[in-house]
């Protein structure tokens, strides 16, 4: 195959992907207005419901301009040789491959990021703001702006960096050893990333005492689960929208719910969603969700050593040595398809742990005060109650509020 053929092919997969997104998010847009379900009425009055509707057309629209934005801005960068340009950069600073390959991203990515800049910033103070969800203040985006700067820098560069050492020392078996990597980072992760990543942009507190904390002690002694860490997280200081979560296993487990959540709902209906939280432990969710997702790391680290040394990869992109950070951004464009299979799986998976998670807390807490609790929760994000079913297939993690009110009320 010819550097050519190879980049017709490479822009081919992008604009196929773009085109099958745009008439995803359309086929999802047609439902906007479709009536509440019968199952579902008394969540909104009609004035909450248009408003819901309203929110839902904005986001379209927003990302219809946004994705138009970000196509032709990649095919121009495709069509003019831009990683061949930035590369020229990168090879100025030094020979070392490592280095290149961090200065290399490190452009990509920070001209990636001031570019969406304006958007993100739109997104979060004018359509979050309209709508009555934007709790951020403009000091506390841009901090969070310079963390996530600084995390991409010493965490993202720090792997990068030990991922294409290894590629230098072992070439075409470097992905077992980056396999290794990930796995070990992918555990560490799971278990302290609650104590190490999340204070950086959130205060997390020890619930305090009181009727709360005695019904979720009652709830954990039932059904005998040591829970001795809940925490209660800022997330109000960002956004009026709720959520909880668990995460780690063994003594580092955690349950962090948010004080957006706890404001929200009453405290049976709390206790029913750190139900189903508990459900995702007891049922081994978390434990099947790491293996598949490291199974899935190495799958993809195997299929990248196949190809990124090809020196096709590296011309097609306008680089005439074969180089480990071109071969890369060819490789993410080949495996994308891939990926959208791998993600239907993945999404499959998780809504079937979602569903058995609700089944946890139906048989082990109150079914109907969880039902309650994802209806408050969905109103108050005004959710869309009504997308369409391959737009869920594809998107969702989580089965629809109608889905679940229909599986809880078996």
């Known amino acids: ?207 305090e005492n009181g009727e709360l904390k005695n019904e979720i002690e009652n709830f954990a002694n039932k059904v005998g689960f040591k829970l001795d860490n809940v925490f209660v997280i800022d997330g109000s200081k960002r956004s009026t929208k709720a959520n909880a979560y668990f995460s780690g296993f063994g003594k580092q487990k955690r349950i962090t719910l948010y004080d957006t959540l706890i404001n929200d709902l009453k405290t049976d209906e709390i206790v029913a969603v750190l139900a189903h939280e508990v459900g995702h432990y007891k049922k081994k969710h978390i434990i099947y969700n790491l293996l598949a997702s490291i199974l899935l790391t190495g799958f993809t680290f195997y299929i990248l050593s196949l190809l990124v040394g090809n020196l096709t990869l590296s011309q097609a992109l306008g680089v005439q040595n074969a180089s480990f950070h071109i071969g890369l951004i060819a490789f993410g464009v080949l495996y994308s398809p891939i990926s959208e299979i791998t993600s239907l799986f993945m999404n499959a998976l998780s809504r079937k742990f979602e569903y058995e998670a609700d089944d946890y807390a139906k048989v082990n807490f109150n079914g109907i005060a969880l039902i309650s609790a994802l209806k408050k929760l969905s109103k108050n994000s005004l959710s869309n109650l009504t997308p369409h079913p391959l737009y869920v297939k594809i998107h969702y993690s989580h089965p629809t509020l109608l889905q679940r009110f229909l599986n809880l009320k078996k």
């Open 1 to 207: 195959m010819t550097p050519q053929t190879l980049f017709y092919i490479l822009i081919g997969i992008i604009i196929v992907k773009f085109l099958f997104d745009t008439y995803i998010d359309s086929l999802n847009s047609k439902h906007f207005n479709d009536p509440i379900p019968a199952e579902l009425e008394g969540i909104y009055n009609e004035q909450e419901y248009l408003k819901s509707q309203e929110y839902q057309k904005a986001n379209y629209k927003f990302s219809v301009v946004t994705s138009i934005i970000s196509i032709i801005t990649t095919l121009l960068f495709f069509i003019f040789e831009g990683f061949a340009f930035v590369d020229n950069i990168a090879r100025n600073f030094s020979d070392n491959a490592i280095v290149i390959t961090l200065i290399f991203f490190g452009i990509i990515l920070f001209a990636s990021d001031i570019l969406s800049l304006p958007f993100s910033y739109y997104a979060t103070f004018v359509i979050e703001e309209k709508f009555g969800f934007n709790k951020t203040s403009k000091k506390t985006f841009v901090l969070d702006k310079i963390k996530g700067w600084f995390m991409m820098i010493f965490l993202g560069g720090g792997v990068l960096a030990l991922i294409t050492w290894f590629y230098q020392l072992t070439t075409n078996n470097f992905w077992l050893y980056a396999w290794i990597l990930m796995g070990v980072i992918t555990i560490f992760m799971n278990l302290f990333y609650s104590k190490l990543i999340v204070p950086i942009f959130n205060k997390q507190t020890p619930l």
